[in-house]
């Protein structure tokens, strides 16, 4: 997942500063570090601040300058190093309570070239202000599953899928165009 400008203290609008988070999945036999009560604790505080970041987002839609400095305070509050053990269906989620953020949201599949070119060609074109992006650009790199129903079906076992999506904000202008344009590409 990556973030506009995250973790950068001197609310630069240059992308270089841009910054990757990296989420890992790890299958673990381990106790879960949170009991119900702080779960739940957890959750509410995530509704919480899904309330209040919505309106934020919204406001973005007006001036949309301010995005690189709403996404870098958000990020200042989300962005933490965590390393711990949560039981499924909670681990498998990233926040709840994400359907309070009115967005639009799409998600595409690719079938990865051996030296990764293709990803590189897509990520380039994020790159070049081609996306209508004020919330977020999350991916996952899958290997492919024997599943038939599976977006990453493949009969190769060795095969890996790119899974770009792009959130953006309710509104936000040219993201239908966007989102044709993608299909057709």
Not at 48 to 69: G, R, V
Not at 117 to 134: A, H, R, W
Not at 168 to 183: A, L, Q, R
């Amino acid at each position: 997942m990556t973030w506009y400008n995250a973790l950068v203290h001197d609310k630069s609008t240059d992308s270089l500063t841009d910054k990757l988070w990296v989420k890992r999945w790890i299958k673990s036999n381990d106790e879960p570090d949170l009991n119900l009560l702080v779960v739940t604790l957890y959750r509410l505080a995530q509704k919480t601040s899904t309330h209040i970041a919505d309106n934020f987002y919204k406001k973005l839609l007006k001036s949309l300058s301010l995005t690189p400095y709403v996404t870098n305070i958000a990020s200042l509050i989300r962005l933490k190093e965590r390393d711990m053990v949560w039981e499924a269906p909670d681990a498998i989620h990233y926040q709840a309570r994400i359907g309070n953020i009115l967005c639009q949201d799409m998600e595409f599949a690719i079938k990865v070239d051996k030296d990764f070119g293709n990803v590189i060609t897509e990520l380039n074109y994020i790159n070049n202000n081609k996306f209508p992006l004020n919330l977020s650009f999350e991916f996952r790199i899958l290997k492919s599953s024997k599943a038939l129903l599976s977006a990453a079906y493949d009969k190769d076992s060795e095969a890996y899928y790119f899974f770009p999506e792009v959130l953006s904000i309710n509104d936000t202008k040219h993201y239908k165009e966007f989102c044709n344009v993608i299909v057709k590409r």
